[in-house]
């Protein structure tokens, strides 16, 4: 299992999330975020500002590690019961993809490393995170 993960959000969604200690994904799905252990790297990458928006971002939005508790469900509003996990975010920058490309594994030529994005949350080896969280840092 993975120690470091990239999850997949609008970066106004990722603020919000931020704000508040939390991540959420796959529209408020559980199984995904069960994945994630505590003590694991969380990292967010935003194709866009705004969710469903073509304001194109491309870029590395959060980075964090998950807290002790369980993914839990919360009411956002009726009807809509999205599940969460609680995320220790560390202070970072946005941080464009465009640069970091020919140094991660996850986006080498042949990777198809944009279909993973789809999924909403895959496993990365430490050594990407590493690089990640330097650029962010």
């Known amino acids: 299992m993975a120690d470091a993960w990239i999850a997949v959000a609008s970066a106004e ?6 704000r508040a200690g939390f991540m959420q994904v796959c529209h408020g799905k559980a199984p995904p975020l069960k994945r994630i ?11 866009t500002v705004t969710f469903g928006g073509n304001d194109r971002l491309q870029a590395f939005t959060a980075i964090g590690v998950a807290r002790d508790r369980s993914p839990y469900q919360v ?5 809509f019961k999205p ?3 609680d995320v220790d975010w560390q202070p970072a920058e ?3 993809v465009r640069p970091l490309l020919e140094r991660l594994s996850f986006t080498q030529p042949g990777t198809n490393w944009g279909d993973q994005l789809r999924f909403g949350l895959f496993g990365i080896d ?8 330097e650029m962010m840092m």
Do not use: Q
């Not at 969604?13 to 931020?18: L, S």
């Not at 252990?37 to 194709?47: E, Q």
């Not at 009411?75 to 009807?79: A, Q, S």
């Open 37 to 47: 252990r505590p003590g694991d790297r969380v990292i967010y990458y935003s194709p």
């Open 75 to 79: 009411e956002m509003e009726t009807g």
């Open 94 to 96: 946005e941080t464009p």
């Open 13 to 18: 969604h990722v603020r919000i999330g931020r």
């Open 83 to 85: 599940w969460r996990r």
């Open 126 to 133: 430490d050594r990407d995170a590493d690089v990640i969280a």
